[in-house]
Every structure is written in C-alpha cells, then in structure tokens.
C-alpha cells in the first residue's frame, strides 16, 4: 500500500530536484527521505529516481508514477480542504459593508475584519464576488412538521390543530421525528439560518440531527396539560442529566406550549424548574382572538395579563406570536424583559391576524422572527420571512414603518441575543456566524443596498455558503 505522505517525499524530491532540500521543505530527516523513496521503489519494482551531478532526474517509471501521484495528492488536498474542521480560516477578498476586504476567522470566531490577503490559515476562502451578513435566527419552530408540509391547508387554527394535527402527529414514531428535523435542518441551512428554537417530542433525535449538522438550537422540553406526572418528572430528570453533545451549540429549554394546553399549577411548575436549572422558556401567546376569548372565560383576564399573575413572565421568556396584545400588554411584555417571535406568514396563513407593530416597535420590546412549523407556512426560510414581516408591516399605511434595516436586525442580532448567543453581528471577538451572498445574481443587482437587495428582492439561491461556528455548513443544493 502506498503511504500518502510517502508520495508527497516523492514529489517533493521531483519537484525540488534534491533530497537535501525535500528534507528542509518537510520538515524530516534527509535519511528519512532517502528510506521513503527506497521503500516507493521496492514497492513499485524499478529506479523512480537517478542521481546526477546536476540532482535528482526521474526515470521513465518515476515520471509516470509522479503524473498519478499529483492528481492523488491534489484530490486528498481537496479532500481535507473539504471536510476537515479548521480552527483558522480567511474569508479572502469578500464584500463587508462598502469595503472589500479578507476576515479571519479563528476558534469559531471573528478574529480580524482587515487581514492581509496572505494570511496563513487551515482554510482560504475565496469570496470574490461575495458578501457577507450576519446569519439568521430563527426564534420559534416546529422542525419535525416539515411531515405536514401540503397536509392541511386553509383552515382555522383550532381546527386544523385538533382535526388534523394533532391525530397527525399521534402517528408519529421517533424515526419519523429524526426523518422531518433531518428536512428542517437542510431547508434552514440553504437559506441562512444557522440557528432554531423547536418546540416538538422525541427531542433527541432532533438534537441528533443538529449535532451532525453543525448548526445551533435551543431545543424545548414541551410541557402539555395531558402528559402525566411520570412523563414531566422524566423529562425533568432528563434536563438534570443532559450534557450538549456539541460544546455549546445546543440549548434546551422549557416550552409549555400555551394557556390553552398548559394549567396554572404546571406553568407555574415549568417557570420554576427553567429558572432552577438557568433555561429559557418558550410559550405561544396570543395567537389568535379564540385563545383570547377563551383565556378571558376560563381566567377573567387576557393571555399577557394572565402569564403575568402567575410570576411566568421575565426575561427569560420567548413569547411567540402575541398577534392580538393591547397597549397595556405590550407595556407588560417590555417591563419584564419579554423576548417576541414574531411568525408573520404562519399567521397570515392561519387567519390569526395582523402583528400590532406600531404597539410592538413603541414598546421598546424585543422582537424577533420565527417561521413556525412547515405546515403552517409552508417553508423555513426566515429570509423571506423578513420580507414578508416588512411588507406586512406597511400595510396599514406607513411605508416607512419596519424598514429593512430594521427587520435585518430583528433577524440576526435580536434573535441571537435573546438566546444568550454572542453573535447575530460581523465584528471582532464574535462568533463566527455568517452568510456569504452572491452579488452576481440578478436578484442582487444593481446593488444600491444591500441590505435592502437581501431582504425585499432576493431569494435562497443567492446564498452561496454558510459559516455557522466558524465552520462551512451550508448550503447543500
């Protein structure tokens, strides 16, 4: 068998013309040389090289054997650059803002936004013609319902949950589970997400497929009004054991699904377990005027108010939807810190209403976008969930209200920030999670503005790569 770095002693010689001089570009032993080179000529029967006074010349056999081992040697170079994990990699010649520039990255994070074009690194990047933004959170999901995709459209939310969902997912083994969050995973990568907040059953399987993929996710332990005391203090005990398989890419969190499945006694169970055990909570809220109504009848008050008597609110909370939230609410939400997803196609789609944005952004409140699960959306592309969001917003009459910019960040930095990730920004010391779009598309030009180009006319297929971590892993396509 021929050993690889047998064969790059071999091309060295040939290509330096001495043994004495492959030794030092190699770092080894001019001894070491010479056995290697014994041994490739045992191997292959016949004289590789000759000496001369002028060097080393190849002989015929060496000639043919160095042609094969230079295309061997330039397919394990790709191989490696391909797959193997480097700690540094350059982002060379890439869009930043205005500038043309080459990024360092360096253990996962940004370590210099200026480096010089020959920087040494494990990995060179070439992103001519590229730019690159920060990459996408998106803050409330369902991954595993990319089964549902197409299964029940058009219809009321109770009842396409109770009549169709919900007997759906009673079906559902944990193979299947693993089979819908492999879909998700892949779909959110290819268009730029590198992070989601899932809120589903058999969770470990999703957390095996986020493991395998590279990305981040903050996995919820779904808390519901029917599952009996056995089947909570399990998943409290598997809290209490979990250790993230990725080094950090992986969070869990406590994800009573809402007022309507979830009693006082257990939100207030959930609440206090989260806080013992530092996680986040995770709850829908206010999604539509039924859940209102209904709130109001079995509690004398709205969803925010209620939440908010039994001590569940703080900054702890990720509240998704809030649809139908009065000023007051709003008010509530901003003084305890309250982080909201905000799911404008689900909603849309479901007939839950129109997001109060002008309440929303005047609070002060953090808000931040979520695609909620496939089968109400029907996609998990939070870019044009930004698109959507912004346009939406304008509706009422205000084009001015969300602009791009502003809808960019609820995106990124807001979605990483509500989940403690040092990221969601392209700066020095952050973590490395970015997107590098093609500016040579036709979606992206002329290119005015990027950011404006990237939300309003773009679609997936301009992202090119995806760094999460400081790593590629995506897209797929």
Not at 45 to 55: I, M
Not at 349 to 368: Q, V, W
Not at 424 to 431: C, D, F, M, T, V
Request: glycine share 8%; proline share 4%.
């Amino acid at each position: 068998m021929i050993d690889n770095f047998r064969l790059r002693i071999f091309s060295a010689v040939a290509s330096l013309g001495s043994f004495t001089a492959a030794a030092k570009a190699l770092g080894i032993s001019q001894p070491a040389v010479s056995q290697n080179i014994a041994e490739l000529e045992k191997f292959a029967g016949a004289r590789l090289l000759r000496r001369s006074r002028g060097g080393v010349e190849l002989t015929a056999t060496g000639k043919r054997l160095l042609a094969r081992a230079e295309t061997v040697l330039h397919e394990c170079s790709k191989l490696e650059n391909d797959f193997h994990a480097p700690r540094t990699m350059l982002v060379k010649d890439v869009l930043l803002g205005s500038r043309q520039c080459s990024i360092l990255i360096k253990d996962g994070r940004f370590a210099d936004l200026d480096a010089p074009a020959e920087t040494p690194a494990d990995k060179v990047l070439d992103a001519s013609g590229l730019a690159m933004l920060p990459a996408l959170y998106n803050t409330h999901n369902h991954a595993a319902m990319t089964l549902m995709r197409g299964y029940a459209d058009d219809m009321p939310l109770e009842k396409w949950l109770e009549e169709y969902v919900w007997p759906f997912e009673d079906k559902l083994t944990p193979s299947d589970i693993r089979q819908g969050s492999d879909i998700a995973v892949d779909e959110m990568l290819s268009s730029g997400s590198v992070f989601f907040s899932d809120m589903y059953f058999d969770i470990e399987e999703t957390i095996k497929a986020v493991e395998e993929s590279g990305m981040r996710a903050a996995i919820g332990i779904t808390v519901m009004e029917n599952h009996s005391k056995s089947v909570e203090e399990q998943k409290m005990q598997y809290v209490r054991d979990w250790k993230d398989p990725t080094g950090g890419r992986i969070q869990l969190v406590m994800a009573p699904h809402s007022v309507y499945t979830v009693g006082p006694a257990k939100l207030k169970r959930s609440a206090a377990f989260a806080r013992r055990n530092g996680l986040r909570l995770h709850i829908h809220v206010a999604e539509t005027r039924t859940e209102v109504e209904n709130c109001i009848r079995d509690h004398g008050t709205t969803p925010v108010r209620y939440l908010d008597s039994l001590g569940f609110l703080g900054p702890d909370v990720i509240a998704a939807h809030c649809v139908h939230v009065d000023a007051e609410e709003w008010k509530i939400l901003s003084e305890r810190g309250v982080t909201v997803a905000h799911c404008p196609c689900s909603n849309m789609k479901l007939g839950s209403g129109r997001f109060p944005y002008e309440l929303a952004i005047s609070s002060g409140c953090r808000i931040t976008l979520g695609t909620d699960g496939v089968s109400s959306n029907n996609n998990l592309d939070l870019r044009e969930e930004m698109k959507f969001a912004a346009l939406l917003a304008k509706v009422a009459g205000d084009p001015s209200l969300l602009p791009a910019a502003e809808v960019f960040r609820w995106a990124t930095r807001n979605g990483a920030e509500a989940f403690g990730i040092d990221a969601g920004e392209i700066a020095r010391g952050k973590l490395a999670d970015a997107v590098l779009v093609d500016l040579g598309r036709s979606s992206m030009q002329p290119c005015h503005n990027l950011l404006s180009n990237f939300v309003y006319s773009a679609d997936s297929s301009v992202i090119r790569h995806v760094i999460c971590n400081g790593q590629i892993v995506g897209p797929s396509r």
